[in-house]
């Protein structure tokens, strides 16, 4: 079962990404000559305009996909202090995608974003006292940080608080909570948090042990693209790929 939920780059063509569903980025559209015009308002110093040409790049929408010219762009945008862009540099420099990976500087990028607000900075800085990367493993620290991001709504900080619940990392183990966490999350479409609520039904964690249950959760989140809930519907199903009833 996968542990953690971290945040990818989050974009919206020409405003602000909405508060924890910014997990994931929209992807910037636009015609030869509307791009034209974007480029000619993002050299005027527009951020929200220099912002969206940074995702075409990121992307390769109408243009050739230029990890290294989305982080030009992006930092044009975060020196007029667009928090997306900032957060986004952030995941860059985490990922390593235009330039060489720096866990330092992802998070030093990320507690720029984070202090104004940035809920998926927030979980991403929980995330990485998590894992500990570029940093000493530190679950209080990286529950205050998810929690941080919770507040505001963001469903893979809630689903990272319930990891933290149910493996019992700086916390006292606590599968109801957990579990209380996932279904909050999950409410919102997570699928991360289905194939976690999907695990606990399959193997009894802190709930009766119920198959028909655990696959109804794997399925909702296999059909999100959730390649781990598919691989346990198929080893429930004995390989078959046929979704079974389980008494």
Partial sequence: MKLLVYCTIAVLVFAVPAPGLSQNFQKADASPAISARMNADANSGDSARQYVIA????????????????LKWLGLAAEKGHVDATYAIGFMYQKGQGVAQDYADALRWYRLAAEKGNDNAQNQIGYMYHHGWGVQTDYAEAMKWYRLAAAKGNYAAEDNIGVLYEHGHGVEQDYAEAMRWYLISAAKGNGEAELNIGN????????????????????????KGNAEAAQKIRAINGGSGQVAQHE
């Fill in 200 to 223: 606990f039904y399959q193997h009894g964690l802190g709930v009766e042990r119920d198959l028909n249950k655990a696959m109804k959760w794997l399925q909702s989140a296999a059909s």
């Fill in 55 to 70: 995702m075409q790049y990121y992307y390769g929408r109408d243009v050739g996909r230029d990890y290294a010219e989305a």
